[in-house]
C-alpha cells in the first residue's frame, strides 16, 4: 500500500484545496499519472501516482484544505478491492458533529522539517499513550542534524497509540501517532508504545569532539555543564537525543574515588 502524499507547495504557502480527483476508488492507475488537482492561492499543482495499481481509498474529498505531508489516497495492489471516496467539502459546511465517546483517530505525522532535511530522530515523547491532549499542545521533539522541530497534538482527546518510539528515524509525512479525538480519558484503549531504539554499542565511547549535537542538546549541555562525552545516545547512529540529555540532568552525579 503506497500513500499519496500532498507536495511541499512552494515558498511560504502553508495550505492548498482538492481541486479535482481524476480517477475513483476502484481505478486502475499507473505510476507518473496525474491523479488530483490542488490550488493555492499562487498556484495549481498536480499530484501524480507514486507506484502502479489501484487507487483504493481516497482519503481527503474535493472542496477539503489540506498541507504539505497530508496524505491525501492510498494505492494498493492491482485489483485491490477499494473503499468508497469521501463526500466532497460543502460550500458551506455545517458544523460538524460531536465525535463518538471512543474518539475519531486522527493521525499524528512528522511534518517538513526544512528544506534538505530528509529525515529525523524521535527525542522524547512528552505524553503517553492514554494520556489527554489539548489541540497544538507539544507531544514529541524530532531532532535532525540542523533543528529541533516540535510536533502538536492536531485535536483535543486521548494519544490512543505511539507508533514510532523515541530514537526511532523518521521521515516527513510518517504516521507517528494517534489522537482519539474528543475522546475522555479512560475511554480508550491505548495501544502501549513501541520499545525505544536501542543505542548502538560503540556510541557511549565516543569523544565529545566527534559528536553533532542538536541545538535543544547543546543548549541543555551548555546550561547544566553536562559531559556529553558521557551520555550514551540512543539515536539514530548513537546520536544524543534531547531526551537523553535530560536523562543525564536527572541521573546522580557519580562520587568520586
Do not use: F, Y
Request: glycine share 8%.
Amino acid at each position: 500500500m503506497a500513500d499519496i502524499l500532498t507536495p511541499v507547495l512552494g515558498e511560504s504557502v502553508a495550505e492548498a484545496t482538492i481541486a479535482r480527483w481524476t480517477k475513483k476508488p476502484g481505478d486502475a492507475v499507473k505510476k507518473d499519472e496525474i491523479l488530483v488537482e490542488l490550488e493555492t492561492d499562487k498556484v495549481s499543482l498536480e499530484v501524480a501516482a507514486p507506484a502502479d495499481g489501484t487507487l483504493s481509498e481516497i482519503l481527503v474529498g474535493e472542496g477539503e484544505t489540506v498541507v504539505p505531508g497530508t496524505v491525501l489516497g492510498k494505492i494498493g495492489a492491482a485489483g485491490a478491492a477499494a473503499a468508497a471516496a469521501p463526500v466532497a467539502a460543502p460550500a458551506a459546511a455545517a458544523p460538524a458533529a460531536a465525535p463518538a465517546a471512543s474518539g475519531n483517530l486522527v493521525e499524528v505525522k512528522t511534518p517538513v522539517m526544512g528544506e534538505s532535511v530528509a529525515e529525523g530522530a524521535i527525542g522524547t515523547w512528552l505524553k503517553k499513550a492514554g494520556d489527554v491532549v489539548k489541540k497544538d499542545e507539544v507531544l514529541v521533539e524530532i531532532e535532525t542534524d540542523k533543528v529541533a522541530v516540535e510536533v502538536a497534538s492536531p485535536a483535543d482527546g486521548v494519544l490512543a497509540e505511539i507508533v514510532a518510539a523515541n530514537g526511532a528515524t523518521v521521515t516527513p509525512g510518517q504516521v507517528i501517532a494517534k489522537v482519539a479525538a474528543g475522546a475522555s480519558s479512560g475511554s480508550v484503549a491505548a495501544t502501549p508504545a513501541p520499545a525505544a531504539a536501542p543505542a548502538p554499542a560503540a556510541a557511549a565511547a565516543a569523544p565529545a569532539a566527534s559528536q553533532h549535537l542538536s541545538p535543544s542538546v547543546q543548549r541543555i549541555a551548555t546550561e547544566n555543564n553536562l559531559d556529553t562525552s558521557a551520555i550514551a545516545g540512543t539515536g539514530k547512529d548513537g546520536r544524543i537525543t534531547k531526551g537523553d540529555a535530560l536523562a543525564a540532568l536527572s541521573s546522580p552525579a557519580p562520587t568520586p574515588v
